[in-house]
Every structure is written in structure tokens, then in C-alpha cells.
């Protein structure tokens, strides 16, 4: 990275810690108190959402400062197909990482839940919930993680289709679900790929999946092996300065 994208770069890490010391120190605050449940209410909603605004302002930065960084050490190809390959690819990450569930089971009428203060970046959330209709479940760091899993996918997959080497995009489908949500692919495909041993699926994510902090950690390596196989895909595309 040149310097200017270095620096917005460490001004997406300044502002995520940012907001992480913010929830450690005044975490209290992120929450009602049964006391004065409407005043404090009102208070956990501001803090939360000033959170997110900061995670997700932090985020961007990093991402920009990322496809800057790319976009100068390469000369990127034009992607055929790249858009359909991104429609489809985003509706299949929002239903294997749990974003979207298709004809799911339980109450016999309508549900909506939705809370506005909480744990930043996962809160506010949303559920609409259609009994063997349809389900839709979203919060702020799933809604990030499905746009970097999506984009970079469906790029990995305009690339092999250059090629016809599908072999290297397919695996994506899997960690790009991961990226979305780590314990919702599990269910969708560490299942079934030792689905056979129940008690290894359970030891699975009572170890993997046991904090919050560990989902976020998975989540982030799963899109950065993305990218790593995306920049390892368009290598051969690196712009040569040559001196005057």
C-alpha cells in the first residue's frame, strides 16, 4: 500500500477500536434499565447505533483502502457476467449463512421481532418470520460480511469462468457462507460433511462457535482467505512500472 491508502487503512483500525473501547467502557449504556426502562431506552439505542455507525465507517475505510491498493498493482480485467453471477451468488450466501431461511417451521402466523440497542454490530436485528414460507433474519455485521463475501466470490467466479477452472471458485460457495455467519453454515454444511457423527458436529461448535468473539474471528478469516485467493487468481495481471 502507498502511503494515502496506508493511511485510510489505519484510520479503518483506529476507528474499529475505537469503537470496540467504546462498548468495553461504557457497556452499561448499551442497555435499558429495568428502572427506567423509556429514559434508558432511549439512551442504549443512541450509543448502539453511534457504535455502529463507527465499526461500520471503520470497515469501509479498510475495504476502500483494500480495492485501492488492488486496483493499483493490477490491471483488472473486465469480468464477464459478473453482475448475474452476483445476484445469484448473494441470494445463495443469504440462505446458506442464515441471512434467509427457506420454509421454516414453528409458529402458524406471522412473527416480527426487532431490537435497537444491544451488542454493537449485531444489533439492531431484524426477524420476519412466515411459517413454511419464509424466514429473514438481519443485522448489521451479517449484512457486511454477505457484501465483501458476495463481491469477492462472484470475482473469483467471473474468473474462473475465463478459464473454466471452477474447481478453484467452488470452495468459495462454502467459505463465503462461513464469512456470513460461521454457526449457520455449519448447520448447512459441516453437517453434512460429517454429518454422520453428531457428537463430532456438537464438539465442533461447542469449541469453534463458543463466543461471539470467535464467529467474528472465523468471519474475518474466511474473507480474507477470499480475497487471498482472488489477488492469487489475478497475479498474472500485475501492472510493471518500467523506468524512463
Known sequence: MKNGNLIIFMAGILLILNGYEIYSRFGSLFYPSPFNYSATAATARFYTSLDDAILIAGAFLMGLAIYRAIKRRYTLPVLNHFYPILAIYTVILAIAGGMIHIMPSGYHYPHYVSFFYGLPMFTPDFLAYYSHIIGVYIYPFQVIS???????????????????????????????????????????????????????????????????????????????????????????????????
Open 146 to 244: 454477505l457484501i465483501a463475501a458476495a463481491i469477492i466470490g462472484s470475482a473469483i467466479f467471473s474468473y474462473s469462468l475465463r478459464g473454466l477452472k471452477l474447481k478453484k471458485a467452488t470452495p468459495m460457495s462454502i467459505i463465503g457462507a462461513v464469512g456470513v455467519c460461521p454457526a449457520c453454515a455449519t448447520g448447512t454444511f459441516f453437517g453434512i460433511i460429517i454429518g454422520a457423527s453428531p457428537f463430532l458436529s456438537n464438539v465442533y461448535l461447542d469449541q469453534i462457535y463458543g463466543s461471539t468473539l470467535n464467529e467474528l474471528a472465523i468471519s474475518m478469516v474466511s474473507i480474507a482467505l477470499m480475497l487471498g485467493v482472488f489477488i492469487y487468481m489475478i497475479r498474472n495481471y500485475r501492472i510493471v512500472f518500467q523506468r524512463q
